[in-house]
């Protein structure tokens, strides 16, 4: 079982939120088959992933490496590293989007991907690090505890931690240690 930190943000920031520091270390969680595996089935109802999850790696990789880089920049107020925005348009431009029309007493629409399982991935990968990017990445919040990188989007404006229980209440039990001591 791989614990993932921090998720149910969105997909983006769950996306880069796989590479946590963790007993003050930078770790990856997608690195193993198993890592990659459960990421995806917790992601499962806003990404599709095929039933051998492996040929989806490179996307997964190159998305978030993306993503970082986007979002790196953006929370400075800098401009994205040159690559950035092209590579994400092309990861979508892989996997279109287009409605497929049917009859069910009424007019059905959904919304279909062509390409590849992994292009597909890709694509809705970059779809949502695009939302970020170009929507309220500017609100993107880091974790005020001192060895801890997650990023959210605080619903409140007082949100100051990844988690209450990850990193809030370490911090009350230092601030706790703090005053009586000696
Ligand atoms: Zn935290």
Redesign the pocket.
């Known amino acids: 079982m791989v614990e993932f ?2 998720t149910g943000e969105q997909l983006a920031l769950d996306l880069l939120n796989t590479r946590p520091h963790l007993g003050g270390e930078p770790v990856d969680l997608l690195a193993t088959p198993e890592g990659l595996r459960e990421w995806l089935a917790v992601q499962s109802d806003r990404l599709s992933a095929p039933p051998d999850t492996e040929v989806v790696r490179e996307v997964v990789f190159a998305a978030r490496e993306l993503a970082a880089a986007a979002v790196a920049a953006l929370r400075q107020g800098q401009v994205p590293p040159t690559e950035v925005l092209p590579g994400l348009t092309e990861l979508q431009r892989a996997a279109p989007v287009h409605q497929e029309l049917s009859w069910d007493g009424g007019v059905v629409v959904r919304r279909v991907r062509s390409g590849s399982a992994a292009q597909r991935v890709g694509a809705e990968l970059a779809e949502a690090v695009a939302e970020l990017i170009a929507g309220p990445v500017a609100g993107v919040r880091e ?3 001192e060895d ?3 990023l959210f989007l605080p619903a409140h404006p007082r949100r100051r ?3 209450a229980q ?2 809030g209440n370490r911090a009350r039990v230092a601030r706790y240690y703090q005053r009586h001591k000696g």
């Open positions: 930190p921090l974790c005020e505890s801890c990188v997650l931690w990844c988690s990850r990193c």
